[in-house]
């Protein structure tokens, strides 16, 4: 049998294939200090430019180069420079644990205080100042339970209790008994990706996953004449779809469900994965629709659904645009042509949400977004987990 060419750019690193992830070089790219939709945006146009090579396997230093000459042209030497250089930075701070320690990172404390709710550029102060006080003992090293006990300490008197028992139970969910799995739904050009980006990097998740990517997938495994509706989008798998005679359904939702429970197979393995490593996820996607997902996992993960919408209509058409803008592949004038049946999407979307209780964020403010989002994400751990936050002196 003939085997199937890869159709997704793979990277290869020290005999090891994996494929190219937009959230995991967006996640590097955010610790360099840029933005969620910048990050996002590079992901974005380093896949449409892996996907114009000839070859879909690249070498994972070649990869760094390429990242590192767009940041270069984009955002000038020093952050292009910062990107080759941010794994090689060490600090003269060793955390210590049970067996060997890790050089103290103000990177990672304040991704982690960003999870307690704390703004991003005051969380970096905040590490900065946190590390200030362990250079001033002067002992060289600090243990993790006393690198903890410190930011609790520091967090409660400069922010209050509050913050300080946030910090601690999303410390907890870094080793979870029960993974926390977010699915985070909605129709093309509301923002679901950049959020998931942004929230995997505030709560450390390393795991994001868009169902585009299953899809994709998919595409290969399955031909058009056995799949039709998942070779098209979401908005335009109804020109794949025979309708039924005597079916009163409307054929562009009727086809954007078939291909959201196609693709639902897909989101299931992802979430069997998470389970049995036990390994927090994020999963975004179109296909992330309310009641479509039913497999129960109560017990033995936490999963919070969200639906996130752009119900201003010109905010909403104007993200295409810049879409277009930032990625040569996702042009706007395929997603404006057919902007009636996105927003149709949206609104059966929102009916199915309210039908099961699960919230719709609407994304007219990003940071505003990203913190109530935050916030509902720890009222829910705290509703929903057992364990008891232990107190710190």
């Known amino acids: 049998m003939k085997a199937i060419k890869s159709k997704y750019p793979v990277v290869v690193n020290k005999g090891l294939r994996f494929p190219f992830s937009k959230g995991i070089l967006s996640q590097g790219l955010l610790m360099i200090g840029l933005k969620p939709a910048e990050a996002y945006g590079i992901a974005e146009r380093m896949e449409a430019r892996l996907l114009k090579r000839r070859t ?15 940041l270069l042209r984009e955002y000038g030497e020093e952050m292009a420079e910062k990107y080759l250089e941010r794994k090689k930075l060490s600090s003269s701070i060793l955390v210590k644990g049970a067996g060997s320690g890790v050089p103290f990172s103000k990177g990672i404390l304040s991704q982690s205080l960003e999870a307690s709710g704390i703004e991003p550029n005051i969380s970096h102060s905040l590490a900065m100042a946190i590390e200030r006080t362990l250079l001033r003992r002067g002992r060289g090293e600090v243990t993790y339970d006393g690198l903890r006990d410190l930011t ?40 679901k990706s950049t959020i998931a980006v942004e929230l ?33 989008s979401s908005f335009d798998a109804w020109k794949a779809y025979d309708l039924p005679k005597g079916i009163q359904d409307d054929i562009v939702i009727a086809a954007f469900m078939e291909q959201a429970l196609r693709v639902s197979a897909g989101i299931y393995a992802l979430m069997d994965r998470a389970l049995n490593e036990k390994i927090s996820t994020i999963i975004d996607g179109v296909h992330v629709v309310p009641g479509c997902i039913k497999r129960d996992y109560a017990g033995k993960a936490l999963v919070c659904r969200m639906v996130i919408t752009t119900e201003d209509q010109d905010i909403h058409r104007e993200r295409f645009n810049i879409r277009g803008q930032q990625a040569s592949t996702r042009g706007a004038e395929k997603y404006l042509s057919n902007f009636d049946s996105i927003r149709k999407i949206q609104d059966f979307i929102v009916e199915q949400a309210i039908k099961h209780d699960v919230p719709v964020f609407d994304n007219k403010d990003f940071d505003q977004l990203v913190a109530t989002i935050v916030e509902h994400l720890t009222a829910f751990v705290r509703r929903h987990d057992k364990t008891r936050i232990g107190k710190t002196k």
Do not use: C
Not at 155 to 165: C, E, I, P, V, W
């Open 56 to 70: 879909m396997r690249i070498e994972k230093t070649q990869l760094r180069r390429m990242v590192h000459d767009l």
């Open 200 to 232: 995997a990097h505030r709560l450390g998740i390393t795991r994001v996953i868009s169902t585009d990517s299953v899809r994709e997938v998919m595409r290969i495994m399955f031909s058009p004449e056995l799949m039709p509706t998942i070779h098209k």
């Open 152 to 191: 609790v300490e520091t967090l409660r008197k400069k922010y209050g209790s509050g913050y300080a028992n946030r910090y601690l139970l999303w410390r907890r969910l870094k080793k979870p008994l029960r993974p926390l799995i977010i699915l985070l739904g909605g129709t093309a050009g509301t923002g």
